[in-house]
């Protein structure tokens, strides 16, 4: 006898907003993504309040680089994140629903390499890691997200407003710590390349450590960018023209620039390539040689960075972090990304708009 028909009933997939870049069809637009499942054991589900966008979500939205998660073909972008914890899976300590949280980016190879173990994925050794919002993982322009509670960090509350620049700065924390312990003397001046927010974070972290600091840009001595650089007690310049430093940042994508400033750098320099993109660049390697010169590489950041950008975040003054920011609804995210605003330094998207 046969038993009674069993009524298979699967719930709609719930799905939320998300700026998705499909990797089949190209296209990069707002639409609807199942929410994430969890959170399971040592997970927290967040729900995402700000992200910021950058020059690395262009690159990935113009294929440069990055890939949507295995078996997909679309990417959720966005990497620099605000979130509040909504909800918490079996095991989670330290963290309660309602903190404020900004997540790390980079999350570890697997098998752990040796770098990745010991807690500096920034560092990983196989490159086998996986980014959200770049490689591998969805990113944050969305409305939640489920995470490792190793992978957040928890914001005080006074910070709210500027949580989303936690991010860059852990970025500018990493390249500064690499900078002075790179430099065998004793640095005083920095040279910044480049105005965007890296450029700006980068001025201010070597201002409040004591630095003379410049930075060259290709905006107006009159631009928004420019007048804040000074105001804060930065020397602005159009050219490198009797510039001359100890330590070179460079955040302005010029690897050209980045080489010309190594003939500006004093003995015992050190120049950071953050954005640089790949050129082909003459290496002036007999002055490099003379100068005891070193070029570095720097990319991510470490849990530690992330501690130190927040420390760094509330030292400063709020009408300085204020000038950066332009806040803008979710639904222009996709045109941000591709056209940058004018007049606008750091582009923050709301997601609950
Ligand atoms: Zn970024
Ligand atoms: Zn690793």
Same mark, same amino acid.
Not at 219 to 222: G, L, N, Q, V
Not at 238 to 241: G, I, K, P
């Given at each position: 006898m046969a038993g009674p028909d069993v009524v298979r009933c699967r719930p709609a997939a719930v799905t939320m907003r998300a700026l998705r870049l499909d990797f089949d069809t190209r296209r990069l637009e707002l639409a609807d993504h199942p929410e994430p499942a969890g959170?399971?054991?040592g997970d927290v589900r967040i729900r995402l309040l700000e992200c910021g966008v950058c020059g690395t979500d262009r690159g990935v939205a113009e294929f440069e680089c990055g890939s949507p998660p295995?078996?997909?073909? +679309?990417l959720i972008l966005g990497h620099e994140a605000v979130g509040v914890v909504d909800a918490l899976g079996p095991g989670v300590t330290g963290l309660e629903t309602g903190q404020l949280v900004v997540p790390m980016v980079r999350r570890n190879c697997g098998p752990l390499c040796a770098m990745c173990r010991r807690g500096r994925r920034d560092n990983?050794?196989?490159?086998e890691y996986v980014e959200r919002g770049i490689l591998g993982l969805h990113g944050y322009l969305c409305e939640l997200a489920v995470d490792q509670a190793d992978d957040l960090i928890a914001i005080p509350s006074e910070l709210a407003d500027f949580a989303v620049l936690v991010e860059p700065a852990s970025v500018i924390e990493k390249a500064w710590e690499l900078a002075l312990r790179l430099h065998p003397g004793e640095p005083r001046s920095v040279l910044v390349l480049g105005a965007g927010p890296i450029g700006i974070l980068a001025a201010w972290c070597a201002l409040r450590n004591g630095f003379e600091v410049t930075v060259v840009s290709r905006? +107006?001595?009159?631009s928004t960018r420019a007048l804040l650089l000074k105001r804060h007690g930065a020397r602005y310049a159009?050219?490198?023209?009797g510039v001359r430093a100890d330590v070179v940042i460079e955040a302005c994508g010029s690897a050209e620039l980045a080489m010309a400033a190594m003939g500006v750098m004093r003995r015992l320099g050190v120049l950071i390539l953050l954005g640089a993109r790949p050129a082909e660049v003459r290496l002036p390697s007999l002055d490099m040689i003379i100068g005891n010169h070193i070029i570095a590489g720097s990319v991510n950041a470490s849990r530690e960075h992330f501690g130190m950008a927040v420390r760094r975040l509330r030292s400063y003054d709020r009408e300085w972090l204020a000038g950066l920011l332009h806040r803008l609804p979710l639904s222009q995210a996709a045109e941000t990304i591709f056209t940058p605003r004018p007049g606008v330094i750091k582009a923050v998207h709301r997601i609950s708009d």
């Open positions: 959170p399971g054991d295995a078996g997909e073909s +679309a990983c050794l196989t490159g905006e +107006a001595e009159d159009r050219s490198l023209d």
